[in-house]
DNA sequence: ATAGGGTTAG
């Protein structure tokens, strides 16, 4: 502030009429003494001692602008920037003229503090000098005014340019690069290459490929391959960087091959290279490639290799494959290379501990940052989202919002999905308000998060309405709203919306189908489900993965086919795993069927059952056919096994607060009055002749006390509890964390006839729309 | 010239 008051003091007419006649060197302060003094600070600024060369710069009575530029040349090269700045100020207060030698480096510290205010006041004085024009001072002016990213006061400059070099038409170049605007910087190219005599060097490759890079131009990149190789670049340090751009090139254009070839063919290779090789690697997904060149790396350079950027490579690779082992030797190899201290380092590290779980871990570490920014916020709270715990992602939040550290895009699309798992739409609702002032309601990945974040909180309409008034959709946004309408069992909505996206020209992918099938499987369109299968192997080119044939299995299954669907088991060309089986088994608890239940359980517990639903499926398939020593072994099986159930849960939002109840809870402060109300609805639903469905109970229990083990179900005290707190006129929304029960289901049904409500629940697999004593699903979940 | 947190499926 005090700065730029200063600066606004001094006008332009001040700065010409005190400019010195010749730029000659002249020191005021008599000769010897002064000449001695020159040496010395020239001297310091040489080893990098500026805070002796400042000392001896104040010991000068009367500097010049020789010694006032030697000083604001060595600010502007590393810092204090401001510094460099302020001595400009008192340059101008003691009526020394700044000259052609002191306005580039002053404009690069205002460049640095990307101060546009400075630098515009600075280039008014260069003007009155009549130096505005000077190469130096105009490339200058560019590198300012592209950092504020004014492009238009940059072109400007470079169009009065008399005269540029290279390094002037890079310097726009760069401009258009860093901010991505492929466009301008194929034209400007081009200009320069029409303008005559310059050939781009290897400065100009190096500005450009990151761009083709991040636009995935492969086409273009490889013929500044082709020009790097006829350009011929004999200086070793030009090779490295335009080798390693080319290579970071390929890489990023997912062309592994010819970014190996280009790393294979270079004779000098430093850490950066080799960093980039690895996080192409890393970006296509093949980690087990990607962490022996890490090691390579290690082998061939040591420890001087390793740096923040190979490190944060190598931990996602232990993160994707899980690998705990190799990801604790990576930290202590870290805390012992000293770069532990490292921002990036020590987000990736907190990330890799987040991802694979150990959440406790990654808060340990978070809270040992020393400096902590706002991805270090993001990596901490997608775990904690990850981990299923939503609840503390939200105190992140909050945290987060307290310390001053700003929410951008990837913190609100790790935000957003909390929500979706606590299917509380208030705080839906108020992160996508967040989302509005912040700004942030364009962009498409916010988006997207929105329309999945709707769907599961029950609002498919809102899911809609985010996506229609989307900018420009991608390909998850269709996948998204696809999968919404298929938890809702709008099996024909995904259908349309399906043909919809193929008529805009948008190309389906792996996901798409899974989308579209699952949904098909949801409202029972076996047909089509099967049609959409073939579609996608025999038009649209796409190899079947492992859930491709889950979502088939399930869809077969699901409508009744059995033996079809265990035919196309047998026949598919991977080996089934156990969600292959898993779907089958859920399948054969719909339809009653023991006999293939058994076949399957056998499968699956060959197979080494992974998760716990599929002995819970089991077991329920023995009780529900009355067969209840089995049953009860199957689930000493998986005692013995070591596998827990989790328990179930289901919650209730409330005016923006969530209400979360176990089965039999009576920790609620209102327990006694949602009690006496779920005993006062059974008394009501049984005169409309519901009986309950005592067989899911396993404990030998008096067909009365059963009754009343399934009638504290979680599900029916959360109802019951949004019964007492909402008017008739609100639909009731439950979620549950694992799939609703049956006698449930059969209960709440009734429950919409006797309480003339709407009741939607939704459970681990989809939405159940409970309306006039029917159920969206049509009985089959 | 390289790098850290993010949305879709069962």
């Known amino acids: 502030m005090h700065r730029r008051v200063r600066l606004r003091l001094f006008s332009t007419a001040a700065v010409s009429r005190h400019r010195s006649p010749s730029g000659a060197i002249s020191y005021e302060d008599n000769s010897n003494n002064g000449l001695r003094h020159q040496q010395q600070l020239d001297q310091h600024i040489a080893r990098g001692q500026l805070g002796l060369a400042h000392k001896v710069f104040d010991a000068i009575s009367a500097p010049d602008a020789r010694a006032f530029n030697a000083l604001i040349r060595a600010y502007s090269w590393r810092g204090p920037f401001h510094a460099a700045i302020d001595l400009y100020c008192s340059m101008l207060h003691r009526r020394v003229a700044p000259n052609k030698y002191t306005f580039p480096f002053v404009l690069k510290a205002c460049s640095a503090l990307a101060d546009l205010r400075c630098g515009r006041a600075i280039h008014r004085h260069a ?12 490339t200058a002016l560019i590198d300012l005014y592209i950092r504020c990213a004014r492009f238009v006061a940059a072109a400007n400059v470079f169009a009065k340019m008399p005269a540029r070099d290279v390094v002037a038409w890079n310097a726009l170049l760069a401009g258009y690069a860093q901010h991505g605007m492929y466009d ?17 060097n290897a400065s100009t490759l190096v500005t450009l490929l990151p761009l083709l890079a991040q636009q995935g131009a492969l086409s273009q990149g490889t013929s500044v391959h082709a020009y790097c190789i006829r350009a ?18 390929y890489a990023k254009c997912k062309h592994l091959v010819y970014a190996r070839r280009v790393f294979d063919g270079m004779p000098v290779r430093n850490e950066v290279t080799w960093s980039a090789l690895i996080g192409g690697f890393v970006l296509c997904n093949r980690m087990v490639e990607a962490f022996s060149l890490f090691k390579d790396m290690l082998a061939h350079g040591g420890l001087c290799f390793l740096s923040p950027t190979s490190i944060a490579s190598a931990l996602r690779v232990c993160a994707s494959l899980a690998d705990l082992r190799m990801g604790t030797q990576l930290h202590s190899m870290l805390a012992k290379s000293g770069i532990h201290a490292d921002l990036t380092a020590g987000n990736s590290l907190l990330s890799m501990y987040a991802k694979a779980g150990l959440i406790d871990e990654a808060e340990m570490l978070f809270d040992e940052m ?8 993001g990596a901490l709270l997608s775990g904690y989202v990850q981990n299923g715990k939503a609840d503390e992602a939200f105190l992140v939040f909050k945290k987060m919002q307290a310390c001053n550290v700003e929410p951008d895009v990837a913190t609100m699309v790790s935000l957003i ?28 990945s916010i988006c997207n998060a929105l329309i999945d974040m709707y769907a599961k909180c029950g609002r498919i309409d809102l899911s809609r309405q985010v996506f229609d008034k989307m900018l420009s959709q991608d390909i998850v946004s269709w996948n998204t709203m696809i999968a919404g309408y298929g938890i809702h069992g709008l099996g024909r909505e ?22 579209l099938i699952s949904a098909c499987s949801h409202s029972g369109l076996v047909t089509e489900g099967k049609h959409w299968f073939r579609t996608m192997t025999h038009k649209s080119g796409i190899q079947p993965r492992m859930e491709h044939y889950i979502c088939m299995v399930d869809l077969l299954a699901r409508g009744g086919f059995l033996d079809e669907a265990y035919e196309f088991i047998q026949n598919m060309p991977l080996k089934a795993d156990v969600r292959v089986w898993g779907a089958l088994l859920g399948a054969c608890r719909i339809h009653k069927n023991i006999d293939l239940g058994k076949r399957v359980s056998r499968m699956i517990q060959k197979l080494g059952p992974e998760g716990t639903g599929n002995f819970v499926l089991l077991s329920n398939i023995f009780s529900a056919a009355g067969r209840f020593d089995e049953a009860a072994e199957v689930r000493i099986i998986q005692k013995v096994k070591g596998f827990k159930k989790s328990p179930g849960c289901s919650w209730i939002e409330i005016n923006g607060s969530l209400h979360a109840f176990v089965g039999g809870d009576q920790s609620h402060p209102h327990s006694s009055d949602i009690y006496e109300e779920l005993d006062n609805i059974l008394i009501d639903i049984k005169k409309l002749g519901y009986q309950a469905d005592t067989s899911f109970v396993l404990q030998d229990l008096e067909e009365e006390e059963k009754e009343k083990a399934l009638l504290y179900h979680s599900e029916k005290l959360a109802i019951a509890f949004g019964v007492l707190n909402l008017s008739e006129d ?52």
């Not at 043909?499 to 189908?513: I, Q, R, S, Y």
């Open 232 to 249: 011929y670049l004999d200086q070793t340090e030009e090779q490295v960087l335009v080798g390693t751009a080319l290579l970071d090139m």
């Open 494 to 515: 995904a259908t349309t919306l399906f043909l919809g996206m193929k008529n805009e020209g948008f190309a389906p992918d792996d996901v798409t189908f899974i989308c």
């Open 370 to 377: 020393e400096v902590k920014d706002t991805v270090s916020y």
């Open 417 to 444: 999905p909390a929500c979706s798992h606590l299917a509380a739409l208030q705080h839906g609702r108020c992160s996508h308000g967040s989302v509005i002032v912040r700004g942030l309601a364009t962009e498409t």
């Open 127 to 138: 003007a009155a000098a009549g130096l505005h024009t000077d190469l130096f001072v105009s």
């Open 730 to 781: 609100k639909t009731i929304f439950v979620t549950k964390n694992l799939r609703v029960c049956g006698d449930c289901h059969s209960a709440i049904k009734y429950m919409t006839l006797v309480r003339h409500r709407d009741i939607i629940v939704r459970d681990a697999n989809r939405f159940h729309h409970f309306k006039n004593g029917q159920c969206s699903c049509g009985d089959f979940w």
């Open 184 to 200: 301008h910087a194929i034209a400007h190219l081009l200009d320069m290459q029409a303008d005559g005599h310059l050939r781009p």
